[in-house]
């Protein structure tokens, strides 16, 4: 049905290859997924496929209404190809590959809203910004937007931790998150950042109106000149032994309680 690749040194293998370089992403406009997760929720979300990569174990293993998603795309002129496990292994950044990648165009900006927002300023780590996405997309969550040094969305380990919340969940690269800020502060939005130094988020006033929540990079924390921009500073307690939670796990944590409470705010503002 598609053809058969059997060579390592194919020229769309070595593409699929440099886009495990950041700027080879930047300059192309485009990114590799891995996994059937990922590949399911990129056709749900009509990104746009370039190349498809599949094992024929797979393709026998996932039946007949994924072959059928695979024609459409074929007829819409993406390529797709048969690799071996061996070779598919070679380009795989996991233990155990499924049996698929691809690469995508890069998600074209979509308008968002600003009523309840994440900030990243230099969060590193590729599981972390993922997984603040993720719960991000899941708590309800109009947008993320991510500082220039913020680990790049379209790593492929922040796409596995996102679990393709990344597809729809709009998602901005800034060159200055401060200027962001100060821009969303016009707004009215409420700038609430995390310190050791600030309020018990238990004790907090409840909030009524548009906030963004900032999260700091993993071992500094949020830089001076963000924490200055802050209009109201949380801390979570630490009641065990443990000194700090992983900014992930902090970011889920503050964004639940947030989205509690303004829910909350809301239901009062309507039965009033």
Known sequence: ????????????????????????????????????????????NQLQFKQIFI??????INGASVRDRLVTLENNKVAIAIVSPTILASLSGLQKPEGIMAVLHKINSRPGTFKRTVLLEDVQDPYNVGTIIRTADAAGFDCVVTSA??????????LRGSMGSVFHLPIYQVVSLLDTVKQLKEQQVTIIGTSLSGSCLWER????GSFAIVMGNESQGMSKQMSECCDLLL???????????????????????????FKECQTKVKDN
């Open 1 to 44: 049905m598609f053809p058969e690749i059997t060579s390592k040194n194919n020229e769309q293998l070595k593409y699929l290859r440099k886009l495990s370089s950041k700027s080879f992403r930047d300059a192309e406009g485009t990114f590799a997924i891995e996994g059937t997760k990922l590949f399911l929720e990129a056709v749900k």
């Open 55 to 60: 094992t024929s174990t797979w393709l026998k």
């Open 149 to 158: 040094k913020t680990a790049d969305i379209y790593n492929e380990k922040v």
């Open 205 to 208: 006033q409840s909030l009524n």
């Open 235 to 261: 801390k979570i307690p630490i009641l065990g032994q443990a000194e700090s939670l992983n900014v992930a796990t902090a970011a889920g944590i503050i964004m639940y309680d947030l989205i509690r409470d």
